[in-house]
């Protein structure tokens, strides 16, 4: 009886699938990323509740004056946390337990064997697996047992001729049926795990990241200098589509700003980059004049590469996830605030869609969109459920992004 009266256990499987959804693009556990390493952060916090309101909304702990919380703040240049009020305290605790569990494992088990142990196991967090490696090792293995089985038939040979016993000629490998038959098979099963994957990752472009005509640097814009994201993407609350934006919208701020004096930049190669020659091509492409202070020519559009495309026969909307569903850029667009060159952070795949709105639990609470779910609302007051996620509202439902 006891028992079933205790606090449930935190859920570190649960706190990886948060993370990853909601942490991971701002986060590590063993490095600083765009915010600060989280291992040991339990321990950094005096109080445990000022942790966890920390993490649903971040600016409230900074307006209480907290003088941990407001040093932090500060360091990271007052970049402003994304809030999630849709957390409660368990999805908190899965969270925590997750990163414990990962800085653990990092350290092998034994906190006291320092950071070395920790920086391996990020490599391995972040290096993916090793079955490239493992395929490599099989096949130099297979080559040699065929090898093997090749001198164990020749010196059954020898032997049995010095024996005086006859043994026909061994058959030569690439006469030999079988050897061709296992050949055949192995090629036949690597090329069908390659065409396989070929074919689910068609129309996928993970990691695509094209040479613009201009070079933009979302670090520079969205990160150092914080310009919000709606500023440039006004259309990603109001619509369908989140919207390139106009040159008109450059033009705002580059009337004045006609030199660059920022960090340098550097393309993906290595290339360090002109940030004034780069707003001249602005000034180009609008035919503006910083001298005279005018538009002294007509201008032309700029011919952008789109990074993010989805199939024809998918209906995505970026103003219900964005109002609606409360969703940062963050969680689809990575890291933006740390690109200097834009690329595709996920694999928009329909797995990887639909194990997000399995995970994502959508805010009720002052939401009017949710307001017809009556059922739903009377089952969190009657403390039926703590939570709604996409998936009970129909968002794993083929017809919602099908039809």
């Known amino acids: 009886m006891i028992a079933s009266l205790s606090v449930k256990a935190a859920d570190p499987s649960k706190g990886k699938t948060l993370f990853q959804q909601n942490c991971a693009s701002c986060h590590n556990v063993f490095k600083q990323v765009t915010g600060p390493a989280l291992m040991g952060v339990e321990e950094r916090w005096s109080d445990k509740k000022l942790l966890h309101q920390w993490i649903k909304n971040s600016s409230s702990v900074v307006a209480s004056g907290d003088a941990y919380a407001t040093d932090l703040f ?18 908190v605790d899965d969270i925590l337990a997750y990163i414990s569990e990962t800085a653990a494992k990092g350290a092998g088990g034994d906190k006291g064997k320092g950071p ?31 090898i093997l089985m090749q001198i164990n038939s020749n010196l059954n040979k020898l032997a049995a001729d010095k024996d005086g016993v006859a043994v026909p000629e061994p058959v030569p490998f690439y006469k030999n049926k079988a050897y061709i038959a296992l050949i055949i098979l192995a090629l036949f099963i690597v090329g069908g795990y390659f065409t396989i994957n ?162 994502t639990k959508v805010q009720f ?21 703590d939570s709604v996620t996409v998936e009970m509202i129909g968002g794993t439902e083929c017809q919602k992004c099908h039809y």
């Open 198 to 359: 070929g074919a689910i990752s068609l129309g996928r472009q993970k990691d695509y990241m094209p040479e613009q005509p201009i070079f933009y640097s979302h670090k520079v814009h969205a990160g150092i200098n914080q310009i919000n994201c709606l500023y440039c993407h006004a259309g990603a609350e109001k619509s369908k589509h989140a919207m390139i934006p106009s040159e008109n919208i450059c033009m705002n701020c580059h009337k004045t700003i006609s030199e660059y004096g920022g960090p340098d930049l550097y393309t993906a190669e290595g290339k360090k980059v002109n940030g004034t020659a780069e707003i001249q091509k602005l000034y180009d492409h609008v035919g503006w004049d910083s001298k005279a202070q005018s538009y002294t020519k007509p201008g032309k559009p700029i011919e952008w590469t789109k990074i993010h495309n989805l199939p024809d026969h998918v209906y995505f909307n970026h103003s219900q996830h964005v109002v609606a569903g409360k969703q940062q850029c963050q969680t689809c667009h990575g890291a933006i605030t740390e690109m200097d060159e834009v690329h595709q952070f996920a694999d928009l795949s329909m797995g990887w869609c639909v194990n997000c709105h399995r995970t």
């Open 74 to 91: 500060s360091r990271f240049n007052k970049q402003v946390m994304p809030a999630f009020p849709s957390f409660s305290d368990a999805d």
């Open 116 to 146: 070395a142990g920790a920086t391996a196991a990020a490599g391995a967090e972040e290096g993916g697996n090793n079955s490239l490696l493992f395929g490599i090792i099989t096949l130099i293995l297979a080559v040699v047992a065929l």
């Open 365 to 385: 609470a002052d939401n009017k969109y949710y307001s017809i779910f009556e059922k739903f609302h009377q089952d969190i007051k009657d403390h039926k459920i």
